[in-house]
């Protein structure tokens, strides 16, 4: 296993258009985040899911944002018609069910939106 | 307010010199995070604390539960430390983090 990978580590779209991410977390972690990150703050909490149910949803995630874990595996990412606002990182992390386990973090998603 | 704040916003020194970056938080919590992120985005978890302190290495980490404060230590700093450190909180009851701003460290040779 080498950690949680993200796809793709960059990606550049026109403003309007769909994007779609993929955050493949450690295999034996059941737990998975999605958090975005813009320049100079810290990240931003977005959404987690415990297997495959999404279990918290931040009011950040507006209705242009979906994401999916269908077998509580692998999960994605959307957005739907991107705006200029929604340009930063989108990074992903798993970890453990158990509170005293850390966290695993992926390289992150690097979205501008022109 | 911010429930995280992170001291100094910024820290330039000479390598070999001996860092402290604060962490601030106003919930109560079930763990504090110190992380790592370099350019190009990637984080690295440094330490999960609850209580005491931990050391790994060249770096040490406090807590001080009853102040809600935190401190990341490096001894003998290195221009490889350079990076931004991150702290981050984890609510007692909820299973998300909360983030500081983070701390941009840069050590000169």
């Known amino acids: 296993d080498t950690g949680v990978s993200q796809n793709p580590r960059h990606k550049i779209t026109k403003r309007g258009q769909n994007v779609t991410f993929r955050c493949d977390p450690i295999?034996?972690?059941?737990?998975l985040y999605w958090y975005r990150q813009t320049l100079g703050q810290g990240p931003e909490f977005l959404t987690y899911?415990?297997?495959?149910?999404?279990?918290?949803k931040s009011r950040l995630l507006s209705d242009r944002f979906s994401a999916e874990r269908p077998k509580g595996s692998f999960s994605t990412l959307e957005i739907q018609r991107t705006e200029q606002g929604d340009s930063a990182m989108y990074l992903c992390?798993?970890?453990?069910?158990?509170?005293?386990?850390?966290?695993?973090f992926g390289s992150g998603t690097r979205l501008t939106v022109v | 307010k911010n429930e995280v704040e992170q001291s100094p916003q910024n820290l330039t020194a000479q390598e070999g010199e001996f860092i402290t970056i604060n962490c601030s938080y106003s919930?109560?919590?079930?763990?504090l995070h110190w992380l790592q992120q370099h350019p190009g985005g990637g984080i690295v978890s440094l330490f999960m604390?609850?209580?005491g302190k931990k050391k790994h290495g060249r770096l040490i980490a406090t807590i001080n539960i009853q102040e809600k404060h935190s401190s990341l230590h490096i001894t003998a700093s290195h221009p490889r430390d350079s990076a931004v450190y991150i702290c981050?909180?984890?609510?007692?009851?909820?299973?998300?983090?909360?983030f500081g701003q983070g701390t941009r460290l840069t050590i000169n040779p």
């Open positions: 992390a798993s970890s453990f069910w158990a509170d005293n386990y850390g966290y695993t």
């Open positions: 295999s034996e972690h059941n737990r």
């Open positions: 899911f415990q297997n495959e149910a999404q279990l918290e």
């Open positions: 919930v109560g919590i079930s763990a």
């Open positions: 604390l609850s209580s």
């Open positions: 981050a909180v984890k609510d007692q009851g909820a299973q998300k983090l909360v």
